[in-house]
């Protein structure tokens, strides 16, 4: 990388190679790039920086030749930049390569792994150890609202990564995390994802097996050890470590305990105890007892790591969660628009829950788009309508890209909405953006909490839905595209 100026990054709009761009920008780089389509936050951070980038994909946007092409992991053959590369031999990396050579070097590597919570605990820590002086190198799936962004460059011996269990390009189908070498790894959660590249729960768990053997013997793996449903998989994948596995929940019998929560005075409050001695006591503005669990994870890592109780307590009452977290869009005529990324029935319940502590004398609306390739999927089909039936009124938006799956695999709303009503809630299915809006504002009453949830844009369905309301609208950003 020493010869290296100019890198030109395939795909530069997603949630972790905007970051990327920013990352290396701030290295020294000179850096382009290029997307089908570049929308915030990743368009407002490379406005922000001066980093151009074309709109599409074309062959001429690699003349002159870059040094380096870094290639996103949605990007396949057949990309026009991607056959360029290939057929001049300019040399390219992923982006997992890059942080693994550019930035990882020298730092203790702090992953946080796991289905649920990973994006939220990453950015928890990455607050906990700026407000402690450690200046840490990081990077956050989402936009952490202390920092502005999702990612920080500094000069303290740390660096935060998200471990993403996804593939990591085109010609490396392992997940992102095996390149990120973790010294403390924390494993939050352990349930089937990621339908579209692992055919089942054993593949999915062996991933995470092999991401602990990667762990060293003076290292340390976090897990959370007290759900039914992911405990036993995850002491089995923490049975692979040669390093201490250290186990945090809410049951006794693990080493670190969080008790007593509850969502008192806009924050949740709780106690630590380690060993069955009290650590502390907490507030946190994050909304549910999944935050608790977050932040319980993130304690155990700092506090390995000699940051002292009293800067835990003071950096946790302070952090302020990452965007589309229980993200409040607006309120008008007494009814609250509320957005969160939540995409997997687990969190689709986690959320409900967390909104009803949150906003107790609301009717809860749960409002879901089947976007995820694994929500677009059948596999979830009999466990969603539990978790949405957790709400007073339900909506569905249509299968995203249905076309591409075939009805034997696809998802039908028709069929969740018939089991949410079984279970004895009222709840509709409406396709498209637009006709969601409209549904929703002539159904909607005062004192309704319209709870928003898609690991997308919903077709715009917030701004739209603000609109159709009478809230006022802000004025849209220009991109910066060549």
Same mark, same amino acid.
């Given at each position: 990388?020493?010869?290296?100026?100019?890198?030109?990054?395939?795909?530069? +709009? &997603?949630? $972790?190679?905007?970051?990327?761009?920013?990352?290396?920008?701030? @290295? *020294?780089?000179?850096?382009?790039?290029?997307?089908?389509?570049?929308?915030?936050?990743?368009?407002?951070?490379?406005?922000?920086?001066?980093?151009?980038y074309f709109p599409s994909f074309e062959a001429a946007h690699l003349t002159p030749a870059p040094d380096l092409v870094i290639v996103a992991n949605i990007i396949a053959r057949g990309n026009p930049e991607l056959e360029e590369t290939l057929e001049r031999k300019i040399p390219y990396r992923s982006m997992p390569e890059i942080?693994?050579?550019?930035?990882?070097?020298?730092?203790?590597?702090?992953?946080?792994?796991?289905?649920?919570?990973?994006?939220?605990?990453?950015?928890?820590?990455?607050?906990?150890?700026?407000?402690?002086?450690?200046?840490?190198?990081?990077?956050? +799936? &989402?936009? $952490?609202?202390?920092?502005?962004?999702?990612?920080?460059?500094? @000069? *303290?011996?740390?660096?935060?990564?998200?471990?993403?269990?996804?593939?990591?390009?085109?010609?490396?189908?392992?997940?992102?995390?095996f390149h990120y070498h973790p010294d403390d790894l924390i494993i939050t959660s352990l349930e089937y994802d990621h339908a579209d590249i692992y055919p089942d729960f054993e593949t999915y768990q062996l991933a995470f097996k092999r991401l602990v053997n990667l762990a060293p013997r003076n290292g340390r793996v976090v897990i959370w050890g007290d759900?039914?449903?992911?405990?036993?998989?995850?002491?089995?994948?923490?049975?692979?470590?040669?390093?201490?596995?250290?186990?945090?929940?809410?049951?006794?019998?693990?080493?670190?305990?969080?008790?007593?929560?509850e969502f008192a005075s806009d924050a949740m409050r709780f106690r630590i105890t380690h060993a069955g001695q009290l650590f502390g006591e907490f507030s946190l503005?994050?909304?549910?007892?999944?935050?608790?669990?977050?932040?319980?994870a993130a304690v155990i890592v700092a506090q390995g790591r000699g940051i002292p109780v009293e800067s835990l307590q003071k950096s946790l009452a302070s952090f302020r969660s990452v965007r589309?977290?229980?993200?409040?869009?607006?309120?008008?005529?007494?009814?609250?628009?509320?957005?969160?990324?939540?995409?997997?029935?687990?969190?689709?319940?986690?959320?409900?829950?967390?909104?009803?502590?949150?906003w107790p004398n609301h009717r809860l609306w749960a409002i879901l788009e089947p976007r995820s390739n694994s929500m677009r999927r059948k596999v979830f089909q009999e466990s969603l309508p539990q978790a949405l039936a957790l709400a007073d009124r339900v909506a569905l938006g249509g299968v995203f890209r249905a076309q591409q799956l075939g009805d034997e695999n696809r998802l039908d709303p028709e069929t969740v909405a018939a089991s949410v009503r079984s279970l004895g809630k009222e709840a509709n299915v409406i396709s498209g953006g637009e006709a969601m809006a409209e549904f929703l504002a002539s159904n909607a009453k005062p004192n309704d909490l319209l709870l928003i949830m898609s690991n997308g844009s919903f077709d715009g369905l917030c701004e739209r839905l603000l609109k159709k309301l009478g809230a006022p609208q802000p004025a849209p950003a220009e991109a910066n595209s060549r």
């Open positions: 990388m020493t010869q290296v100026k100019h890198i030109h990054i395939i795909g530069i +709009g &997603g949630s $972790a190679m905007a970051p990327l761009a920013g990352m290396l920008r701030e @290295q *020294g780089f000179h850096v382009t790039g290029s997307d089908s389509g570049v929308y915030p936050p990743g368009s407002t951070l490379l406005d922000s920086l001066g980093i151009s942080l693994e050579e550019v930035f990882l070097p020298g730092k203790h590597s702090v992953v946080v792994s796991g289905t649920h919570g990973k994006t939220t605990t990453t950015a928890m820590l990455a607050w906990i150890f700026y407000s402690a002086g450690k200046q840490p190198t990081f990077l956050v +799936g &989402g936009v $952490a609202e202390n920092f502005g962004k999702s990612y920080g460059l500094g @000069q *303290g011996t740390e660096m935060i990564l998200e471990g993403d269990e996804y593939e990591t390009a085109f010609w490396d189908r392992g997940p992102k995390f759900t039914e449903k992911s405990g036993p998989a995850l002491r089995e994948a923490a049975a692979r470590a040669f390093c201490p596995v250290i186990t945090y929940g809410f049951c006794s019998e693990n080493e670190w305990v969080a008790s007593e929560p503005t994050a909304s549910g007892r999944h935050n608790v669990l977050n932040a319980l589309r977290r229980l993200d409040v869009k607006g309120e008008h005529h007494g009814i609250l628009v509320v957005d969160d990324f939540a995409h997997h029935p687990t969190a689709v319940r986690a959320t409900i829950e967390a909104a009803r502590g949150r």
